[in-house]
């Protein structure tokens, strides 16, 4: 094993065990349609780096959010991820400003690196064809409540 992927393994390891012993919050996050997800809140970066990684599925109901200090391109991954999901950029405002559907788990590395077309302050990461079936276009927003 290389030095960098003695590295990258090490930093796995310590991504899953802050990720086993924290709990992240959850908000619901109203679509929309009217749908309302149960969304995990994502605030530090080892939450965000971990995201869906290693889990089998995303119940229908549950979503991810993620939140970030400031506003960018923010890039996801899927790297370690099991399932495609659909992954959608919110402003300031919550409002969409890019949907990526049907984003495919990584099946290899490099993993392909998605970013919005304008930056963002939030991230959702909801089940694939979600979006679209509950009416998650560019320019809707989506109401939340951030956890204190």
Not at 40 to 43: D, G, P, Y
């Given at each position: 094993?290389?030095?960098?992927r003695?590295h ?7 991504l899953c ?6 709990t992240?919050a ?8 009217g749908?309302?997800?149960?969304t995990?809140?994502?605030?530090k970066?080892p ?5 869906l990684?290693?889990?089998?599925s995303?119940a ?10 400031t ?17 959608v950029?919110?402003?300031?405002q919550?409002k969409?400003v890019h949907?990526?559907e049907?984003v495919?788990?990584c ?13 963002a ?8 064809e979600?979006a679209r079936?509950?009416?998650?276009v ?10 204190r």
């Open positions: 094993m290389t030095l960098r003695a990258a393994a090490a930093a796995l390891v310590a065990a802050v990720a086993a012993t924290a992240p959850v908000i619901p996050l109203k679509l929309p349609s749908a309302v997800l149960q995990e809140v994502m605030i970066d939450e965000r780096q971990m995201g990684m290693f889990r089998p995303l229908r109901d549950h979503a991810m959010l993620f939140i970030f200090e506003v960018d391109f923010h890039g996801i991954w899927m790297k370690n991820c099991k399932f495609p999901i659909d992954i950029w919110l402003d300031e919550r969409v949907v990526a049907k495919p788990p099946k290899a590395d490099p993993c392909p690196v998605y970013e919005p077309m304008q930056r302050a939030y991230v959702v990461e909801m089940n694939a979600q079936q509950e009416k998650v560019l320019g809707a927003t989506l109401d939340f409540t951030l956890p």
